[in-house]
């Protein structure tokens, strides 16, 4: 999805408020989820309304939270450690180093196999009860895994992701991964938004359409057949041409680098000049385009698996799932495996 001059017009469409939200956990993959939103093709607007039970009201915005809300029960205890990914040998802000090794358990394995249970429902309507719910559960985790790969901190195991470096904001205390998961955009949207999340919203769409465009032109531009690797999806998501989650972890680790852990000093407060680092000008306000990137982003996949060009019917891709068999695995979604 190339952008042109102007975006999707966001005055039409309707937008989960956010103003009582107080979280990362629920703030940040909602504005993700938003953006989105904005650029799903009316026809992928209405499959992904189909899929949602109705009290998400067709909005990607509030499904995607979802993740976070059931990590306590036993049905999907498989799923907390796909959202991050760890790699060996990295030790921000020395050295950012990520060489992508399968394991079968990250974000970026999960976002391959719930791009997989897309795509195969798509070329087969699912018709039970309990293939209409895994449809459901593998859209929510594909948008929630979505923003997870573009936090930073997602993409390092450095302190465990900065969950073990303490840190000060103003006279609290928190950690690294808390500054990132939710208190930069909660004093930016404060600060610059007057507390407005849904200012803070128009404002992440007037800069993608302006001061990001020669960038954001390019934001689902990859090569898939660099970011496949050694994975049992690596066939049945091929033809899906912007799904590239080794190269955004990639982008994403170096950032840990270049800002996230530049400094680091427990007793340093991060509400100052850190703060105003990563969300302001200096630093093409970073914070607010790595959730632009991550919507733009899953948009273009799910226009591509729900409205491409060429009409499933005609895709290959039908042609090459045909003969192929469905297994278990040892958690609640099931994959396609070549046979």
Same mark, same amino acid.
């Given at each position: 999805m190339r952008f042109s001059s102007t975006l999707i017009a966001a005055a039409s469409l309707s937008l989960l408020s956010v103003n009582s939200v107080h979280g990362y956990g629920i703030l940040g993959h909602t504005l993700t989820g938003q953006v989105a939103q904005l650029f799903l093709t009316p026809e992928t607007a209405r499959q992904v309304k189909e899929i949602l039970s109705p009290y998400y009201g067709g909005l990607l915005s509030k499904a995607a939270p979802w993740p976070d809300t059931i990590k306590g029960q036993a049905k999907y205890r498989w799923a907390s450690i796909f959202h991050y990914v760890n790699t060996p040998g990295d030790n921000p802000p020395e050295s950012c180093k990520f060489e992508y090794a399968f394991s079968g358990h990250d974000v970026v394995n999960g976002l391959f196999n719930m791009t997989s249970q897309l795509l195969?429902? %798509?070329?087969?309507?699912?018709?039970?009860?309990?293939?209409?719910?895994?449809?459901?559960?593998?859209? =929510?985790? #594909? +948008?929630?895994?979505?923003?997870? $790969?573009? /936090?930073?901190?997602?993409a390092s195991g450095k302190e465990r992701g900065g969950n073990n470096?303490?840190?000060?904001?103003?006279?609290?205390?928190?950690?690294?991964?808390?500054?990132?998961?939710? /208190?930069?955009?909660?004093?930016?949207? %404060?600060?610059? #938004?007057?507390? !407005?999340?849904?200012?803070?919203?128009?404002?992440?769409?007037?800069?993608?359409?302006? $001061?990001?465009? @020669?960038?954001?032109?390019?934001?689902?531009?990859?090569?898939?057949?660099? !970011?496949?690797?050694?994975?049992?999806?690596?066939?049945?998501?091929?033809?899906?041409?912007?799904?590239? @989650?080794?190269?955004?972890?990639?982008?994403?680790? /170096?950032?840990?680098c270049m800002f996230v852990w530049k400094d680091y000093d427990s007793m340093r407060?991060?509400?100052?000049?850190? #703060?105003?680092? $990563?969300?302001?000008?200096? !630093?093409?306000?970073? $914070? /607010? %385009?790595?959730?632009?990137?991550?919507? +733009? =982003?899953m948009a273009a996949i799910l226009n591509e698996i729900y409205d491409p060009p060429v009409p499933h019917s005609r895709n290959p891709l039908r042609e090459e799932l045909k003969d192929e068999t469905i297994v278990d695995v040892p958690y609640n979604l099931r994959i396609v495996k070549q046979g």
């Amino acid at each position: 999805m190339r952008f042109s001059s102007t975006l999707i017009a966001a005055a039409s469409l309707s937008l989960l408020s956010v103003n009582s939200v107080h979280g990362y956990g629920i703030l940040g993959h909602t504005l993700t989820g938003q953006v989105a939103q904005l650029f799903l093709t009316p026809e992928t607007a209405r499959q992904v309304k189909e899929i949602l039970s109705p009290y998400y009201g067709g909005l990607l915005s509030k499904a995607a939270p979802w993740p976070d809300t059931i990590k306590g029960q036993a049905k999907y205890r498989w799923a907390s450690i796909f959202h991050y990914v760890n790699t060996p040998g990295d030790n921000p802000p020395e050295s950012c180093k990520f060489e992508y090794a399968f394991s079968g358990h990250d974000v970026v394995n999960g976002l391959f196999n719930m791009t997989s249970q897309l795509l195969k429902y %798509k070329l087969a309507e699912p018709i039970t009860p309990e293939d209409k719910s895994t449809r459901e559960d593998a859209l =929510r985790f #594909f +948008v929630h895994f979505m923003g997870d $790969v573009h /936090q930073p901190l997602h993409a390092s195991g450095k302190e465990r992701g900065g969950n073990n470096a303490p840190a000060k904001w103003g006279r609290a205390k928190t950690s690294l991964h808390r500054i990132w998961d939710g /208190q930069l955009i909660l004093k930016d949207i %404060k600060d610059r #938004f007057d507390n !407005n999340p849904k200012a803070y919203l128009d404002n992440m769409v007037d800069m993608t359409n302006n $001061v990001w465009l @020669p960038e954001a032109s390019n934001w689902t531009y990859c090569t898939p057949e660099k !970011n496949q690797g050694d994975n049992p999806w690596s066939e049945s998501t091929k033809l899906i041409t912007k799904l590239c @989650p080794m190269e955004w972890a990639r982008e994403m680790n /170096q950032l840990d680098c270049m800002f996230v852990w530049k400094d680091y000093d427990s007793m340093r407060d991060y509400s100052g000049e850190y #703060f105003e680092g $990563v969300t302001g000008e200096k !630093n093409n306000y970073l $914070v /607010q %385009k790595l959730i632009a990137m991550s919507g +733009v =982003r899953m948009a273009a996949i799910l226009n591509e698996i729900y409205d491409p060009p060429v009409p499933h019917s005609r895709n290959p891709l039908r042609e090459e799932l045909k003969d192929e068999t469905i297994v278990d695995v040892p958690y609640n979604l099931r994959i396609v495996k070549q046979g």
